[in-house]
């Protein structure tokens, strides 16, 4: 009885790097300059994440595939967006705009808003060309309008957040251990003019803390479910947000 061969995954013959540069010159002939160079922006953040984290979620053969030649040297060395083909891009659009746009990007509310267009012009386009399924296309539209519409305002309630953090001036050793919860992520529950609760884990239990007395502009642009990065302190005897980091809306 013959031994079952199994066929190893190759580098696409139509790399990531490839049709993104495609769909950029597609958009170089028909938009005008200014916007062209905020497309080129998104889409070389894009590959930059997908360089960076993109080979996290790979099958151990397509691991195998991306550690033989990312650990290649000279001509041989490839990126992970020169190894993979266009249906990679989709599925690292959530990690694109959930974690690295708001993590790793330093931009203002109207880039992030186009970060989110940009990938949902891009999700379309990809599908219209062949290069992935409709069903996939339309998971990459729907991340993207969600980040094009909630990027920006995360963005704003961070900075109104941070700002009334820093009038604070604590210092958490000043704070008793019952009246501190450590910088970390917390999941927003619920949300009230001016109050927010958080999901917090104590002693390998789930449970919430809240009010978390917040600025009332900040609370209009928040959304529950999503993350908020921060350090909690009782302050006055309200718990308050006394450390503040990023807010994570997807």
Known sequence: ???KVTKLPEIASRTIEDVLEEFLEEQRKRLKPRTVSTYENVISLLKDQMNVFGHVGLSKAESALFDRYYNAGG?????????FGPEKIT???GEFLGYFMVRKVMAGADFKRSAGTVTKKLSKWLAEKGYISEESAMDGMEEGAAAARDLPQAARAAGIIYNASEGYNIDPDDIDDGDYMEFDHFTISRIEPGKLWVEIY???ERGTL???AVPESATFLLAKGWNISCALGKVNGKWRIIDMGNVYPL
Not at 75 to 83: A, G, K, L, N
């Open 202 to 204: 104590e002693g390998g």
């Open 210 to 212: 809240g009010p978390v």
């Open 75 to 83: 001509s041989e060395h490839r990126e992970f967006c020169r190894i």
């Open 91 to 93: 599925e690292n659009l």
């Open 1 to 3: 009885m013959g031994r």
